[in-house]
């Protein structure tokens, strides 16, 4: 069958199943639903969002089937948390309170690895119970007819997480068939044109950006983010410090409740929300209102320094939520400086002169990491009988798309970047990790992975194992100090770096990377 052939049966074939199936939208995020499920048809659509992120879709069947698409990456303990939140008001005027914890752990158990965008999750809560499935997959299952009610009513009752809107339907209830059949001609129409004039998108694209408010604490994944000097808009401007002043961070055993801190920046960046299953209800700071703290250490820069301290009741909500005796938050003010500094395990210059700026990270203003090495390293650490682990444990604030050709490692050999069309950045050095990555985010428990895989192949001679780059904006290619950058964005590369380009080609052509230097 010739080329031409073959796209019009395709497209006749697509209009074909546009009339006999059509699907409804979610207008905010583009997520489509099928018209039914189990033979049950959809009933409403919703979206369930915080704040700017739009964080689900959100799909009614019948009366019991509830279908969550996800639009952004959350991790298990987030999106557990969320839902418990929800359901627990529900359960305790239901008299199933008792339930509510289990709730959260058959939540947990059925996301090993989060739930990242693009995931389907199907609860039904027929029969009695409440049945979830992820991808398909039949996962879990919770019984009682008291909690099912009470999950029923976090999409349908007068206080829903989100307002569930009714699928466009005709006075008989049917979709119009006139409809119908205009979606199938547009469908066909839009497939013929789609495969006769494009071709597949080479681009390099970023899949992901993460904010880190407190540091050490978890990640807030963003649709967009403001660029700056030191970092993004948001990022690193927060720590909690201990009783003597010193830099709290969750490498430390007793220290690895901060993981679980979730903080979420207001689009101002004014206020921020902080929320633990440990806490008893969610913490909100007015970062507009702050005080002098005393002096205080980072783990990664030398002397001490003043920040703002966010005041007593943020310490005792902090204190509860970590067990981290005489803690408190504190952040960057009005006369915050501090420069990145030249590690002497990897040997770099700073760029721009050594003129770079960076927040209360530990090293560099951002950090970027490539889909297609986490999926190289997971397929080693698989092959020695390890599990895999997630982009988490590396957090970046920049991920690069593995549907996008690009070769594992191949970031190292950036010397420059264009992101968006408009800022620049400098891929300055490899970021070398820490026992921080070796922590489960979820359950906290701790082992040699993924440092022991990443030992024998990507040590460097100095002892650093390498995953991700560090990146510094150029200031010149942002407008009065910053830039927007998007999720989807495309990245070009202006620059490479000569060394390590060969070095990576001579490790690609022998089929694996040697230790770099």
Known sequence: MTPLRLYLFAATLLWSLALSSAVSVEPRTGIEFE????????????????????V?????????????????????????????DALKPRCEELGCGDQVEEFKAFVMDALPNGAKQGTQ???????????????????????????????????TDANAVCKMKPVQTDDSGERDPEMMATLGVMAATTLVIFLLVTKPD????VSELNIYPVKSCAEQSVSEATVTPRGFAGDRIAMVVDANGKCC?????????????????????DNLTLTAASAYYPLEVDLQKSAPSGKVTHNEAPGEMQLADYGNVAAAWLEIATGIAGCRLTGIGEDYQRKVMVNASQGDAVPNNGDAPVSLADEAPFLLTNEASLDDLNSRMVARGKSPVDMRRFRPNIVVSSGSGLSAWEEDTWSKIRIGGTVEFFV?????????????RDTLDRSGEPLATLNTFRESVKGQRNFGMHLVPDPSTLVDGKAEIHAGDKIEVLEYNKAR?????ENKDNGGMAPTE
């Open 35 to 54: 018209d039914k499920l189990n033979r049950a048809k959809l009933e409403k659509v919703g979206l369930r969002s915080k704040g700017p992120i739009k």
């Open 56 to 84: 689900y879709a959100v799909g009614q069947y019948g009366k019991s089937i509830f279908v969550l698409k996800m639009a952004y990456s959350v991790n298990a303990e987030k999106l557990s948390g969320a839902l418990m």
């Open 121 to 155: 999750l199907v609860f039904n809560t027929a029969g009695g119970k409440v049945t979830l499935s992820v991808n398909g997959k039949p996962a879990s299952k919770i019984s009682g007819k008291a909690v099912a009610k009470a999950f029923t009513g976090i999409y």
């Open 202 to 205: 080479p681009a390099i694209k």
């Open 249 to 269: 961070t969750s490498r430390d055993k007793d220290k690895a409740k901060l993981f679980h801190i979730h903080a979420d920046l207001d689009v101002d960046n």
């Open 428 to 440: 300055w050095q490899r970021c070398g990790r820490c026992t921080m990555t070796t922590i489960d």
């Open 501 to 505: 380009q060969t070095e990576w080609q």
